[in-house]
């Protein structure tokens, strides 16, 4: 199974251009009709902005992009460029403008839209969506610190820590990094500190 980025969850950011207020947002979409919806919903919610240009980019699926009205060029592909460029996938964004009366040029355009895409993105947040394989680590008190850091240095994520006579962690590891993981829990431990793989998971976390 492939690994890719995709937003980690909605992202909302806005500002303004000589007096015209940008509004971008961006979602996860596995699907076209999902990316769909949410563009509708904006149209509507919003049908009273001056454009709500849209661009989504599916890792099975098409790119799509709209200007809404705006100039050719000037909206639609500069922000699933943006997508392109973050390496998102599976992703929609609508940046809504509100004119506020002074025009901005097709370069000035290109930027806000860009700009829109960009603080919409940064909003979101990334997750890689890749094959994790599921450990579960008993240590010593004394070894917690040390392997929380490990699992983390490695790509990893504590998912879940228990306290009791020892500690108990589930961490998950990129499936490629694993094996190397393994190794390197029984040097620093020399020994002391086994990991068990419970399962193997395909699925989208923070990056």
Same mark, same amino acid.
């Given at each position: ?66 200007? +809404?009205?705006?100039? /050719?060029?000037?909206?639609? &592909? ?6 392109? %460029?973050?390496?998102? *996938?599976? !992703? ?67 998912? +879940?820590?228990?306290? /009791?006579?020892?500690?108990? &962690? ?6 490629? %990094?694993?094996?190397? *993981?393994? !190794? ?24």
């Amino acid at each position: 199974m492939e690994e890719y980025l995709v937003p980690t969850g909605y992202g909302e950011g806005e500002f303004t251009e000589k007096k015209s207020r940008f509004i971008g947002r961006l979602w996860p979409a596995a699907t076209e009709a999902e990316a769909l919806a949410h563009i509708q919903e904006m149209k509507k919610q919003y049908s009273d902005a001056t454009h709500n240009c849209w661009a989504y980019l599916l890792k099975d699926g098409p790119a799509r992009f709209s200007d +809404d009205g705006e100039p /050719g060029g000037t909206a639609g &592909l500069p922000m699933v460029q943006v997508l392109q %460029r973050e390496g998102l *996938f599976d !992703a929609v964004c609508v940046v809504t403008r509100y004119f506020g009366g002074i025009l901005l040029g097709a370069g000035g355009l290109v930027r806000a839209y860009t700009k829109g895409a960009k603080i919409a993105v940064d909003a979101a947040g990334k997750s890689m969506k890749r094959i994790w394989t599921v450990l579960y680590i008993p240590c010593p008190y004394s070894f917690y610190e040390r392997i929380r850091s490990e699992t983390l240095s490695w790509g990893g994520v504590v998912r +879940d820590v228990q306290f /009791g006579s020892e500690v108990e &962690l589930e961490v998950l590891l990129p499936q490629a %990094r694993t094996a190397s *993981f393994l !190794a390197r829990l029984s040097d620093l431990s020399a020994g002391k500190v086994e990991a068990l793989e419970t399962g193997r998971e395909y699925r989208a976390l923070p990056v």
